[in-house]
């Protein structure tokens, strides 16, 4: 029979699990402020944790009102990235410009169109006449976003937005002056 050896536990192990040593020769001081009754009685009131009291119908209200102005506001903190990543891909016409484009152009009609499901949770009936407020915002963020994008479209020349843009609509014109051979 082989009997297995097991290897020696290691100092951090030791010094983790044993209790502080008392007397401290040779050893640094304790940082000003410390006490180490202080974290003894701390770590004894941790373990006796008073449960916490339920928030009523109003608070909740408040905190979910709070929240959902976060969910309309965060479309317009991702703008300033999103104009970044606009000026840096430039206005030629590439798959990398292309691709920025359409996902700028995706992200808030997929947002706007799924208005609903997004505020759904946060909406109770005691706070659906402030939920409008929220959830205009909200439309108006993604809006922006949506005026971002046409505005790198617009400088990447595929809208059109000059004279010359419409020529293949306009009726064909006749010439003013025409130009007859005459032989001599």
Request: with cysteine.
């Amino acid at each position: 029979m082989a009997s297995t050896i097991q290897p020696p536990t290691p100092r951090w192990l030791v010094d983790l699990t044993s209790p502080a040593p008392k007397s401290k020769v040779g050893a640094l001081p304790d940082p000003p402020g410390f006490s180490a009754g202080a974290v003894a009685k701390s770590s004894n009131k941790s373990k006796a944790v008073a449960p916490r009291k339920k928030p009523s119908e109003e608070q909740m209200d408040t905190l979910k009102i709070k929240k959902a102005w976060e969910l309309a506001l965060a479309p317009a903190k991702q703008l300033p990235m999103n104009a970044i990543g606009m000026y840096m891909t430039g206005n030629s016409l590439q798959i990398f410009s292309i691709m920025m484009v359409f996902m700028l152009f995706k992200a808030p009609i997929q947002a706007i169109f799924n208005i609903q499901g997004t505020f759904q949770r946060l909406e109770t009936e005691t706070n659906k006449s402030q939920m409008l407020a929220v959830k205009a915002a909200f439309i108006g963020c993604n809006l922006l976003a949506l005026a971002l994008g046409m505005w790198k479209v617009n400088g990447m020349g595929l809208l059109p937005t000059t004279h010359s843009d419409w020529l293949a609509w306009e009726v064909a014109r006749e010439p003013i002056e025409r130009a007859y051979f005459v032989s001599s």
